[in-house]
């Protein structure tokens, strides 16, 4: 089945700089979607990105899929103290969604 | 905030033990889901339900029963388990069974095994 690789598994950052996680995978995806999961808590949807090529906003968060639809990208201008978490990306398409092991981010204020 | 609802939210239980974990999701969507996270690896699906019909089990042990009596309701019976299945197990549904839908997670039931 289709897998995802997640880099980096961890990232550190002082408050204000950027953040970018990358998906990675070896076959061709039909989708891929991002997740954010906060300490303690649990998976929650950010966003789905289905075309080669796309980018889409959503205020200080840029994801893009790549034009061969292999590769994705969440990057995270000026982060704040509330971006911390683990990001998750997530393919399915014709099977259950299969997740990465996430990126966790901590930011140092 | 979450319209899918797990409980409990916490749960010890001995190898001997019996116990059931519960979702109930308010969002009348069609697919339910297991998921089982560990510390060191990445969400690993166990079941899946589509319109109250088991639909995908991912080689789980039989120690972990899954049951659906309807579309809003998932119930994960656990028995005789072992401290490796120490666990967040997370409950999620999705509008379809297709799989181009976003998933909704419930908070989850840590579970500890001793």
């Known amino acids: 089945g289709q897998q995802v690789m997640q880099i980096p598994q961890y990232q550190h950052v002082q408050e204000g700089e950027d953040f970018t996680t990358y998906c990675n995978s070896s076959t061709t995806l039909s989708n891929i979607q991002w997740y954010k999961q906060r300490p303690g808590g649990h998976p929650v949807f950010l966003i789905q990105l289905v075309k080669s090529g796309e980018v889409k906003k959503q205020k200080r968060l840029t994801f893009q899929f790549g034009e061969a639809k292999k590769n994705s990208s969440l990057h995270i201008t000026a982060t704040q103290t509330t971006d911390v978490g683990t990001y998750f990306c997530?393919?399915?398409?014709?099977?259950?969604?299969?997740f990465g092991k996430g990126t966790r981010l901590s930011v140092i204020a | 905030e979450t319209g899918v609802t797990q409980t409990p939210r916490h749960l010890v239980m001995g190898m001997t033990n019996k116990k059931s974990l519960k979702c109930e999701q308010h969002?009348?969507?069609?697919?339910m889901y297991w998921y089982k996270q560990s510390a060191k690896k990445p969400l690993e699906l166990m079941f899946v339900?589509?319109?109250?019909?088991?639909?995908e089990n991912n080689s789980v042990p039989s120690r972990f029963s899954p049951e659906c009596p309807n579309s809003s309701h998932l119930f994960l019976h656990l028995h005789t388990l072992q401290p490796e299945d120490s666990a967040l197990y997370l409950c999620?549904?999705?509008?379809?069974?297709?799989?181009?839908?976003?998933?909704?997670f419930g908070q989850g039931t840590r579970l500890t095994v001793v």
């Open positions: 999620a549904s999705s509008r379809e069974p297709g799989y181009h839908t976003e998933a909704f």
């Open positions: 997530a393919t399915g398409g014709n099977t259950p969604l299969v």
């Open positions: 969002l009348g969507h069609n697919a």
């Open positions: 339900y589509s319109l109250e019909e088991r639909v």
